[in-house]
């Protein structure tokens, strides 16, 4: 099976470029299936990465940056595929 699991945050105001060098930075233990990250408007960051795991495993997810970084709580989802068509 595969899961995806999916990591946003926004940063404060203008430290999107920031919060996103962060993100690309951060290594996991083992390495996933795939690893994507992407932004947004409003300083925001999405990480997604894929990984051969049932849905309820244990995998490795991106922490919350430290400080005054961010202007939230980051917001994680967990999917599965179901495959294409």
Request: a negative charge.
């Amino acid at each position: 099976m595969t899961v995806a699991l999916m990591w946003e945050a926004r940063a404060s105001d203008g430290r999107g470029e920031e919060l996103l060098a962060w993100a690309r930075a951060q290594e996991f233990p083992r390495e996933p299936l795939r690893r994507e990250t992407l932004r947004a408007p409003g300083d925001r960051v999405l990480v997604i990465t894929w990984w051969d795991a049932p849905y309820d495993a244990e995998l490795p997810e991106l922490p919350e940056p430290d400080g005054e970084l961010l202007t939230r709580a980051v917001h994680r989802w967990r999917f599965e595929s179901v495959g294409d068509g």
